[in-house]
């Protein structure tokens, strides 16, 4: 794709809520949610890491029964690597997509030891230079284990942006632009897990759950329900 057609594809649009209506639809999110986690169940950056390339193409809960039995056998860069191919498959075979991940995540252990001295890097580049870490990943290790204000644009946030008015874009990273420009700066830090609660609880795909919605109002969706 000529560079001027991707970069136009990948423009940052405009936000259809003022910034009153953006700083009042966090407000309402935080006072739900105060104190947002991730679903993935996860005790240090590197159990985090591989909770996240698991989640790829599946669910939180299948991620955490699967990692609850890995992660009392390994749970360093080290012990996976120790582990082998083949036992570590065996923990995540109820996955999809197990027999790539699995070797992502081997192909990672062994650069986080090589580079890192087995810790998980704080810092995008060398995030995503890992194998199975990509921009979306990157930014959700960043932004849960080491605080930084990023924003994981996933299915559900996607939907949320564009479906509100929030951070309407064509693409993942479009949306991703535009939240980083239109969330309060104060709300920055928890909004990707505010959104992606909200749309994976709430403003769900096929049956929006509009009746119980706390920024109802403040959605520009048409097709609002119940």
């Not at 001027?4 to 423009?11: E, F, G, Q, R, V």
């Not at 930084?148 to 949306?175: E, K, M, Q, S």
């Not at 609660?197 to 709430?202: A, D, E, P, W, Y």
Request: aromatic fraction near 4%; charged fraction near 25%; proline fraction near 5%.
């Amino acid at each position: 794709m000529p560079a001027k057609k991707k970069a136009a594809k990948n423009a940052r649009a405009e936000s259809r809520l003022n910034v009153a209506q953006r700083r009042e639809f966090f407000r309402r999110l935080k006072k739900i949610i105060p104190e947002p986690r991730t679903e993935l169940r996860h005790r240090s950056p590197f159990e985090l890491l591989v909770a996240v390339v698991l989640s790829a193409q599946a669910t939180d809960v299948s991620v955490n029964k699967a990692t609850a039995t890995l992660f009392k056998t390994a749970s360093t860069p080290a012990a996976i690597k120790k582990l082998g191919a083949a036992k570590l498959k065996k923990h995540i075979q109820s996955i999809g997509l197990y027999n790539t991940k699995a070797k992502n995540i081997l192909r990672t252990c062994g650069l986080l030891i090589k580079r890192h001295g087995g810790e998980v890097p704080d810092n995008r580049a060398d995030l995503q230079a890992l194998p199975g870490v990509g921009r979306k990943t990157a930014n959700v290790i960043l932004n849960t284990a080491f605080g930084h204000a990023t924003i994981a644009v996933d299915t559900h946030i996607f939907r949320v942006c564009n479906r509100t008015g929030l951070a309407p874009g064509r693409t993942p990273l479009a949306v991703e632009q535009t939240l980083l420009a239109a969330v309060p700066r104060r709300c920055q830090q928890h909004a990707h897990h505010w959104l992606i609660l909200h749309g994976r609880h709430t403003c769900t795909a096929r049956k929006p759950k509009c009746g119980q919605c706390a920024v109802r109002d403040l959605c520009l969706f048409e097709g609002k329900t119940g």
